[in-house]
């Protein structure tokens, strides 16, 4: 069983930044791979970036490539999202999610934190 807890979700202007972390819990961090999806109001939830145990392999959805990136501290089990010129559609609830074959279908999700990009 794998706990999960992100935080660093508030309000920031358009072109701002924000990093997001998430502390995980249970079993051993390493063993999985960890990703960061979304869900804006009225929208399904969508992959925003993912991280394998040894962080040298992450994978981005298009709309966040070059802006977002992800990145873990196997030592202090949390993976973090450094999200920088964000714009008004970067807007939702970011959750973080672990798997340890699948991370495009995670078994773990944490409870969400509210990104909100105003205009």
């Known amino acids: 069983q794998v706990q999960l807890v992100e935080s660093g979700g508030e309000l920031v202007q358009t072109g701002g930044s924000l990093k997001l972390s998430c502390a995980a819990s249970g079993r051993t961090f390493t063993e999985y791979a960890m990703g960061w999806f979304r869900q804006a109001p009225g929208k399904e939830r969508e992959f925003v970036a993912a991280?394998?145990?040894?962080?040298?392999?992450?994978s981005y959805a298009d709309s966040v490539k070059g802006r977002f990136t992800i990145s873990r501290d196997n030592a202090k089990n949390t993976v973090y999202l450094q999200m920088n010129s964000l714009k008004p559609e970067d807007t939702a609830v970011y959750y973080c999610?672990?798997?340890?074959?699948?991370?495009?279908?995670?078994?773990?999700w944490g409870q969400g934190t509210q990104v909100t990009v105003s205009s």
């Open positions: 991280i394998r145990w040894s962080a040298g392999f992450t």
């Open positions: 999610a672990a798997d340890a074959t699948n991370i495009r279908v995670p078994q773990y």
